[in-house]
């Protein structure tokens, strides 16, 4: 699999980070958009570790990128790109979080009920069984498997979405439990929001009103440890802000205000 797309012409000023983990090619339809900006990278994470991740994008930044660079990344990596930033402090001179994860624990039991409060009882047993199927040791066929699960909860995750193609080119699951087991545990010790105190560039996070990820999930710990740090809700707006009907545009203008 590639490992890295570029869009638009040098200097690449901006790096765009995938979700999941194991959903690469997922922010294509951004870095294509932001593109007209300036030049965008979009690195693919392939490792199976929190630590090759890191390594990897490191590598690639360094080699292709504009340093130091704008660093957006969605979900997972926001989180990634969070982790980066508060480790390659010289690589990153804004970093933007969208729809990102959850940087305390506590907030988790919330994320869950709101999306299966958003399914019809049939898709909620789709959920579970799903869900039992991918905790299933030795199980074959686990990556199809996220692939299905993915897509039920992008139903519970978006408020009134467009019509698109998912651009994800291919699930991985054997990532996305290794890193994700990485990311968890990171998290419940508190050393993930820890590492915020390490982070001096400016920090926005974009996160969506109907995003079933709670935003105090990530107001509250990152506004305690990384000292610039703002916060910009989207209105009628999930976890994908490009994929939504009403937030689209208004979501793309305040990041390429954010590039300017």
């Given at each position: 699999?590639?490992?890295l797309?570029?869009?638009?012409?040098?200097?690449?000023?901006?790096?765009?980070?995938?979700?999941?983990?194991?959903?690469?090619?997922?922010?294509?339809?951004?870095?294509?958009?932001?593109?007209?900006?300036?030049?965008?990278?979009?690195?693919?994470?392939?490792?199976?570790?929190?630590?090759?991740?890191l390594?990897?994008?490191?590598?690639?930044l360094?080699?292709?990128?504009?340093?130091?660079l704008?660093?957006?990344?969605?979900s997972?990596?926001?989180?990634?790109?969070?982790?980066?930033?508060?480790?390659?402090?010289?690589?990153?001179?804004k970093?933007?979080?969208?729809?990102?994860?959850?940087?305390?624990?506590?907030?988790?039991?919330?994320?869950?009920e709101?999306?299966?409060?958003?399914?019809?009882?049939?898709?909620?047993?789709?959920?579970?069984n799903l869900?039992?199927?991918?905790?299933?040791?030795?199980?074959?066929?686990?990556?199809?498997?996220?692939?299905?699960?993915?897509?039920?909860?992008?139903k519970?995750?978006?408020?009134?979405?467009?019509?698109q193609?998912?651009?994800?080119?291919?699930?991985?699951?054997h990532?996305?439990?290794n890193?994700?087991k990485?990311?968890?545990?990171?998290?419940?010790?508190?050393?993930?929001?820890?590492?915020g105190?390490?982070?001096?560039?400016?920090?926005?996070?974009?996160?969506?009103d109907?995003?079933p990820?709670?935003?105090?999930?990530?107001?509250?710990?990152?506004?305690?440890?990384?000292?610039?740090?703002?916060f910009?809700?989207?209105?009628?707006?999930?976890?994908?802000?490009?994929?939504e009907?009403?937030?689209?545009?208004s979501?793309?203008?305040?990041?390429?205000?954010e590039?300017?």
């Amino acid at each position: 699999m590639i490992n890295l797309r570029k869009y638009g012409k040098k200097p690449y000023a901006a790096a765009v980070l995938h979700g999941g983990p194991g959903a690469p090619g997922g922010v294509a339809p951004v870095a294509r958009e932001l593109s007209a900006v300036c030049g965008i990278l979009e690195p693919m994470q392939t490792s199976a570790t929190l630590e090759g991740q890191l390594r990897e994008l490191r590598d690639l930044l360094e080699e292709h990128g504009e340093l130091p660079l704008t660093l957006i990344g969605h979900s997972w990596g926001a989180m990634l790109g969070f982790i980066f930033t508060a480790q390659n402090p010289r690589f990153v001179k804004k970093l933007i979080l969208v729809g990102s994860g959850l940087f305390n624990e506590k907030y988790v039991p919330k994320l869950s009920e709101t999306r299966l409060s958003r399914l019809n009882e049939e898709e909620k047993l789709q959920a579970r069984n799903l869900r039992e199927a991918l905790n299933t040791p030795g199980l074959e066929g686990k990556s199809e498997l996220l692939a299905r699960f993915g897509k039920l909860m992008l139903k519970a995750d978006s408020f009134d979405p467009l019509p698109q193609d998912s651009e994800v080119i291919e699930f991985q699951y054997h990532v996305f439990a290794n890193v994700w087991k990485e990311a968890r545990e990171l998290r419940k010790s508190g050393k993930l929001l820890e590492l915020g105190k390490q982070i001096h560039c400016p920090t926005v996070a974009i996160h969506g009103d109907y995003n079933p990820h709670p935003a105090a999930g990530i107001t509250e710990p990152l506004s305690q440890v990384v000292k610039n740090f703002r916060f910009i809700p989207l209105a009628k707006c999930g976890h994908y802000p490009w994929m939504e009907r009403a937030a689209r545009e208004s979501f793309f203008q305040l990041l390429k205000e954010e590039l300017r």
